[in-house]
Structure formats: C-alpha cells, structure tokens
C-alpha cells in the first residue's frame, strides 16, 4: 500500500540518513516504526500497567513482606476513602 505523509523537514532528514546508515528502504523504516509504536501502546502497554499496579500493591519480590502487606493495608484504606467521597 503507498500513501502519502507530511513529516518535518529535520526528520525526514535525519530519518533518510538512518535508513542509509541501516541499508534498508525508507518505507521499511516507517513501517517498522508504525509497528513498534502500535506494539507499545496497544495490549502490552495494558500489561505493563497491570504488572505496575500488582507491585505496587504487593511490593517487589525483595521486599520485606511486613512493609508490603502495610503498603497493601494503605491502599485499602484510600480506596474506601474514595468510595465514600
């Protein structure tokens, strides 16, 4: 599929000097990047905001177990906090 786009000057510049440096077409470049963006900000960036939320809540496996179960304590007490308001 061809298509057409407006980019800045500077990069299209620096983007051309890339794909050379690479030895690949630019076309290749571009859709190589649409691909790593769309990977980044569909279902694994969800996970990742998943997996934060669990350590947040549970600590890191290093953690002290007491210090992790207080942070978990700390957070039920703002969630019921929040619901109330």
Do not use: H
């Not at 890191?60 to 906090?81: F, L, N, S």
């Amino acid at each position: 599929m061809k298509t057409a786009i407006s980019i800045p000057d500077d990069l299209f510049q620096k983007i051309e000097r890339y794909s050379r440096r690479l030895r690949i077409p630019r076309s290749r470049l571009f859709a190589e990047a649409a691909r790593e963006y769309l990977a980044k900000r569909s279902d694994g960036a969800r996970s990742t905001d998943l997996w934060n939320q669990v350590i947040a809540e549970a600590g890191q496996p290093a953690d002290d177990p007491a210090a992790a179960v207080r942070r978990r304590g700390k957070a039920v007490v703002r969630e019921g906090m929040a619901k109330r308001r």
